[in-house]
C-alpha cells in the first residue's frame, strides 16, 4: 500500500490549508484536519506533517509552494526554471525578498521555512538531491494547476471566484478522470490538495514515467536550497 500526504498551503489560517491522504491500493482520498491553533508556524507544521507520515505509513509529501529560492546564475531573470517552464503565476527570484508579484513574498518566505524545516531538521530528501536514498522518505514541492493541465482538465478557478458548484463540478470531474474516490466533499484548498499529490503517489510507488520534474536539480547556497523541482503528472 503507497500513500502520499499533499497539502495546499496557506500562511494566513490554518484552516485554510487543505491536507490529502492518497492511497494508492484503494484508490480513494480522504482530507485531514490540522489540529492547530494561531497563525501557522512553519516548525508546528512541519512537525505535524511528519507526525502524519509516520502514523498513516506514507512514503512522502507533495507540497503547493516553493521549496527555495532561485539560483543566481540562471537564464530566468526574475524566477527559476521549473516556474517558468510551468507558466506559475509566483515568480521566486534571489533572496532575501526576489518574489514577483510582491504580494506573494509572506506566503514564498512561508513555504521556504517549512521546506527547510522538513528537509534539515527532520531530514526528508527533495527529488533531485544530491546523496538521496531512494528509500528515504521525500518532499516535494507540486503545482495543483499544472497537474491539471497535465491531465487534459480544466483548472479549478481561483479561490476567491469559485463558487461551491465550482468546486463540486471540478471534484465531479477530477474523479471520473482519475478513478480516485474522494471520501467526502471537499472545499477548495482540499481538492487542490488532491489534484496535488498524484504525481507524488505516483513517483513514490517507483512509476516515474507517469511524473514530470519540472526544472532543475535542488542544491544548497548560501544556507537555502536554490531552484529545485515541480513534480507534475506527465502531459497526457
Not at 503507497?2 to 494566513?12: E, N, Q
Not at 503565476?89 to 509572506?106: E, H, N, Q, S
Not at 499544472?146 to 465531479?172: C, D, Y
Not at 511524473?211 to 502531459?235: K, Q
Amino acid at each position: 500500500m503507497t500513500r502520499v500526504i499533499s497539502v495546499d498551503l496557506a500562511y494566513v489560517r490554518y484552516r485554510d490549508i487543505g491536507v490529502a491522504l492518497l492511497t494508492d491500493s484503494t484508490r480513494h482520498i480522504e482530507f485531514l484536519e490540522i489540529p492547530l491553533t494561531g497563525a501557522p508556524d512553519p516548525q508546528a507544521l512541519a512537525d505535524w506533517l511528519v507526525a502524519q507520515l509516520e502514523h498513516h505509513g506514507a512514503r512522502g509529501l507533495c507540497i503547493d509552494g516553493p521549496l527555495g529560492w532561485k539560483a543566481p546564475d540562471t537564464d530566468s531573470p526574475h524566477c527559476r526554471r521549473s516556474e517558468r517552464e510551468l507558466r506559475a503565476p509566483g515568480k521566486t527570484g534571489l533572496p532575501p525578498d526576489g518574489v514577483k508579484p510582491a504580494t506573494y513574498l509572506a506566503f514564498t518566505r512561508f513555504s521556504i521555512a517549512l521546506f527547510e524545516r522538513l528537509t534539515i531538521t527532520h531530514g526528508l530528501v527533495l527529488p533531485g538531491q544530491p546523496g538521496a536514498l531512494p528509500t528515504q522518505p521525500f518532499v516535494t514541492e507540486c503545482f495543483p494547476t499544472a497537474a491539471w493541465r497535465a491531465l487534459g482538465l480544466t483548472p479549478l478557478i481561483a479561490k476567491g471566484k469559485a463558487t461551491p458548484a465550482h468546486v463540486a463540478e471540478a471534484a465531479a470531474c477530477f474523479t471520473r478522470e482519475t478513478g480516485f474516490a474522494l471520501t467526502r466533499a471537499p472545499n477548495h484548498d482540499q481538492l487542490q490538495a488532491a489534484i496535488g499529490g498524484l504525481a507524488g503517489l505516483a513517483w513514490a510507488r517507483g512509476d516515474h514515467t507517469a511524473v514530470h520534474l519540472a526544472g532543475d536539480a535542488p542544491f544548497r547556497l548560501d544556507g537555502s536550497w536554490r531552484e529545485g523541482y515541480i513534480m507534475c503528472p506527465t502531459p497526457r
